[in-house]
């Protein structure tokens, strides 16, 4: 299906648009442009959207940027593309429909100038996402709408307009309730024929398409009234400019991971597996028949909460109610269903797969500071890691205070706990949920556990937003083998213990080498499998590459423990010898010895270096 659009920008509709936009008010419409785009584009790359006949295309050529116009009108296209030549620029056109899903290139800077307002909100709204998403990082959007308050204080149901021996008769009719606009032009060619071009066109005010703007995932930067930079925006502004850009956006870690990396890879820990096979196992053969468990459709428990919840009452020690619990893919899986829009603060390392995701549906994504007034900043979600990736374990009194706090202002605590596995089920925020508002904990077997191939994660959340959660992640999100296997392997109790005493006696050791490879290691938790630094690593050493951070897992078997000590051996070994070849070397250059000493401290030097 059409919209009305694509019958209504005809040639008809042109012979009376070029006496609106005349040469004088086009020119002042590019200066602007002009002036946004050197200010705030990052390169040269522009689409116009909507270009129509090339008026503002063909001028930013001029000036030497590279332009991709995209309209739905053949003949405007058609127009363009000879303004161009007779410039002599270079312009690419696209004939494509805005409001689907049109092929865009990546550029630098998009401008949509009248030609706003065509479709629904939700589409609107997917046109401003699929441009954000072709916008380089730092891009720029420059968003032309006309003020529905400054039309109404002159709203005319009819008018006429005469030029050239033709006729525009304009028919109107406002919808307060929807917004819309919707009319007909009436065109009376001077060989008396009639054009009716209908139109049905959605009136914003600028707070409205602002908040569709921050919705797509750009940051406002300003708005700017009838084509003057800097000029303030009124009721009655007639032509309202909205510049936008496109900060860069995190990216998932969930699809950032890497192959193997030459040397000694210390980004995972696949030797923790050694710890709780025998835990795995025991779970395993508790299931019996598995082609039961694996036909087995929970319809009568969607959610999962009747299986799981009195298997984390027992594994957490509180009563938690089967309301309280959902079950999803993993923590990957919750993450990605709880993400939304709204405003949301996560900590400065804050694993990036919420941001990311909450960020790609309009999200106001923010970094603070755990010891700020975080209420001040009345979020709609505030995201915890626990633990930190510097190994630091928030106490649960703070995290109820911060719930409590974020509760308050109609927000909720999210507490990302897959790897406060490694700590055992006594450290785990999850008893807070019975007494603290607010708070959502999320829980998972990949880490510690080795078993991230099941895909069960356990939303547990405070009654008070156990149906939120549960609008939001999606019924029969586990199947039911991985859900009995998950809880037979959690009813075991706390099966991790081997693991923490054997990462408590490796640790030290891999700080240790990381000092000697000239790294500082922040140790963290000594439960915790991994360590951090800010220093580079060594070639032949692959750690887990965070902003600012390396994260460095710590080897536990025999064979990763040995090839550590190898790569130091042969490190330090590098570095002494060095040090005995600068130490020749200046002797050398000290002495006045004869020549033939001389040649025989070089000769010393190269066997050292070999």
């Not at 706003?116 to 891009?139: K, S, T, Y």
């Not at 990396?261 to 980004?267: I, K, N, S």
């Not at 069960?456 to 019924?475: L, N, Q, T």
Request: with cysteine; proline share 7%; aromatic share 6%.
């Amino acid at each position: 299906m059409t919209g009305w659009y694509t019958g209504y920008f005809t040639e008809d509709y042109w012979r009376f648009a070029r006496h609106e936009y005349t040469a004088e008010r086009t020119a002042a419409e590019v200066d602007y442009l002009v002036k946004v785009l050197a200010e705030h584009a990052p390169g040269r790359r522009v689409l116009d959207l909507g270009c129509g006949t090339g008026r503002h295309a063909v001028e930013l050529a001029r000036h030497g940027y590279e332009v991709t116009g995209v309209d739905v009108c053949p003949w405007a296209l058609e127009q363009a593309r000879a303004a161009a030549v007779r410039a002599g620029v270079p312009l690419e056109l696209v004939p494509a429909d805005l409001l689907t899903r049109a092929e865009l290139p990546v550029v630098d800077a998009a401008i949509c100038v009248q030609s706003f307002g065509w479709g629904r909100d939700d589409e609107q709204l997917a046109f401003l996402r699929r441009v954000r998403d072709r916008l380089a990082p730092g891009g720029v959007l420059v968003l032309d709408h006309s003020n529905v308050a400054a039309i109404l204080a002159g709203y005319r149901p009819t008018a006429r307009f005469e030029a050239d021996g033709e006729v525009f008769d304009f028919l109107r009719s406002y919808d307060p309730l929807s917004g819309r606009s919707r009319g007909e032009l009436r065109v009376t060619r001077r060989d008396g024929t009639v054009a009716v071009l209908r139109d049905d066109v959605r009136l914003y005010l600028p707070g409205e398409v602002a908040r569709l703007v921050g919705e797509a995932g750009f940051e406002l930067l300003r708005a700017d009234a009838d084509f003057t930079a800097g000029s303030p925006v009124r009721p009655g502004t007639r032509y309202v400019q909205l510049v936008a850009v496109a900060p860069a956006r995190p990216e998932p870690a969930v699809l950032r991971h890497a192959t193997a990396e030459p040397g000694v890879d210390l980004r995972w820990a696949p030797d923790e597996v050694e710890f709780v096979r025998d835990a795995v196992d025991r779970a395993w053969h508790g299931v019996g028949q598995p082609g039961e468990a694996a036909r087995h459709y929970a319809l009568d428990d969607p959610y999962g909460g009747a299986r799981s919840a009195p298997v984390l009452s027992r594994h957490f020690a509180v009563e938690l109610s089967p309301g309280q619990v959902v079950t999803g893919a993993g923590t990957t899986g919750l993450l990605h269903a709880l993400a939304g829009p709204g405003r949301l603060l996560h900590g400065p390392h804050a694993h990036p797969d919420l941001p990311a995701w909450a960020a790609r549906r309009g999200a106001d994504v923010r970094v603070f500071d755990r010891w700020q007034d975080v209420a001040a900043q009345r979020p709609t979600m505030v995201l915890l890691d626990r633990p930190g990736v510097r190994g630091d374990l928030l106490p649960l009194d703070h995290v109820a205070e911060l719930a409590e706090a974020v509760s308050a202002v109609g927000g909720v605590l999210v507490v990302d706990e897959a790897c406060a596995t490694y700590l055992g089920p006594a450290a785990s925020a999850v008893p807070l949920t019975t007494r603290v508002p607010g708070l959502v904990v999320l829980r998972s077997l990949s880490k510690g556990y080795c078993c991230g191939g099941l895909r069960a994660g356990f939303a547990i959340s405070s009654p008070d937003v156990a149906a939120a959660v549960r609008s939001a992640v999606p019924p029969l999100g586990v199947s039911a083998l991985s859900l009995e296997l998950a809880l037979r392997l959690l009813d075991q109790g706390d099966v991790l213990a081997p693991l923490r005493a054997a990462v408590a006696a490796a640790k030290p050791e891999l700080v240790a080498a990381l000092a000697a490879l000239g790294c500082r290691a922040e140790a963290g938790h000594p439960d915790l499998p991994w360590v951090v630094t800010e220093d580079e690593l060594p070639a032949r050493l692959a750690g887990r590459r965070l902003p600012g951070l390396t994260r460095v897992s710590v080897p536990l078997s025999a064979a990763r423990r040995s090839a550590l000590r190898r790569l130091v051996a042969r490190t330090e070994a590098r570095t002494e010898a060095r040090t005995e070849a600068q130490a020749v070397a200046r002797t050398e250059a000290r002495t006045e010895a004869r020549p033939e000493a001389r040649t025989a401290a070089r000769t010393a030097a190269r066997t050292v270096e070999r």
